[in-house]
């Protein structure tokens, strides 16, 4: 298994380019199953989940094309992938792949509303409880599919297909927000979705989907309507960048200071992370060609912060964030509302040095002076990166293991950092 080794104490100064975003992605990939022409899909980050889903979307019948290097393609910029789901040809989503990356649960939609029928595994051990899905089928259901759960499956069948109606989330969901506005795409009739997901990615999906023939208004606002269409046609769109890799990559440079260029980035997709890292000290300049982040001399000061959905500050973010306040000036609260058990990076930073208090849903933050390297491991792909930002300014040497759960969404990390000066090399077993 790949590991990373980081010799801390070097400022970042360069470039960055920015991907295009995972979690736009996976839900855009998924939309091809609405459909039986092609969706080009430009920007695709490489990316170990992106991987996944085409394996995913392969066992339904998609075929996915990637394009090969062009003479005019730069190398900063993401991939191009065409998407053609002219036949299903399966309509279960099995358990050995559902149950690797939640995301792909989200199929349930487009196979409802084209099919008439999806067999899709719950994502992961028990979905009901601390991750689950009962809003993904409530939305489902509120759209007329008829709903059982067997054997760890969801079985969601819609014979005459579905039809528009009235779908009103009691809490915040991306994912449930992702299905409602799929499956309401090829519903008869008008849809209103209430206590909708506000994220860009939840509009970057709207977008395409509209590309495509979708009647879609109000995506970015709380309240969405959906206006139902009888077929959906292929069309080509451009992923959004990726605003929690810019996030991070700019709580890398807060963290050791220097200057970067974060290229392609767009900050009104952050607003609430780049007002958070001004506020510990850093500059963040909006340019033509993205954002440029530094901070020359000064310490990182601390900050109280809690995560919100969208605009507010993201659950993404705030592992990395912590890895920032290690460091700070003073004592940090983070508190997470979002996921009950996001805490899984504390006992990771403390063994550089980090020092923090859990209590509930909030950390407590004591900034040190110092922290030094160590080997360390993460349960998941924010947690993973945290560790990466800390290791950046700890002094002496870092291995993270698991680098599994870094390629899951972050594309060629150690080239990004390692051309802004970083020390980080890739040691592969
Ligand atoms: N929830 C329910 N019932 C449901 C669905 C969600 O109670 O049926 C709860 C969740 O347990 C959680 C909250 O609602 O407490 C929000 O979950 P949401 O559905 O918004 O999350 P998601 O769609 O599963 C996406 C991102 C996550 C990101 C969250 C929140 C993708 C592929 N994943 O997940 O990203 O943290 O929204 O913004 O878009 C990551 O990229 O590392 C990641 C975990």
Redesign the pocket.
Known sequence: MDRIRIVGGQKLNGTIPISGA??AT??LMIASLLTQDTLILENVPRLADVVLLQRILGNHGVDVMIAGKRRESEPNTGRTIHLSAANIVDTTAPYDLVSQM??SFWVIAPLVARMGQARVSMPGGCAIG?????????ALSDLGADIEIEAGYVIARAKNGLRGGKVVFP??????T?TAIMAASLARGTTEIENA?R?P?VVDLADCLNKMGAKITGAGTARIVIEGVDKLNGARHSVLPDR?ETGTYAMAVAMTGGDVLLQNARPELLQAAFDIIGRTGATVTPTNEGVRVARNGGDIQPVDVSTA?FPGF???LQAQLMALTSRANGTSHITET???NRFMHVQELARLGARIRLNGDTATIEGVSRLRGAPVMAT???ASVSLVIAALAAEGETTVNRVYHLDR?FEKLEAKLGACGAQIERLSV
Do not use: Q, S, W
């Open positions: 995972k979690n996976l839900p939640r995301a601390t991750r689950p899905v009962d809003l993904l089928i409530m809490k915040v969901t991306v994912g449930g992702h997901a994220e990615e929690i959905p993201p659950t993404d979002i996921f009950e998941d792909l924010r969404g």
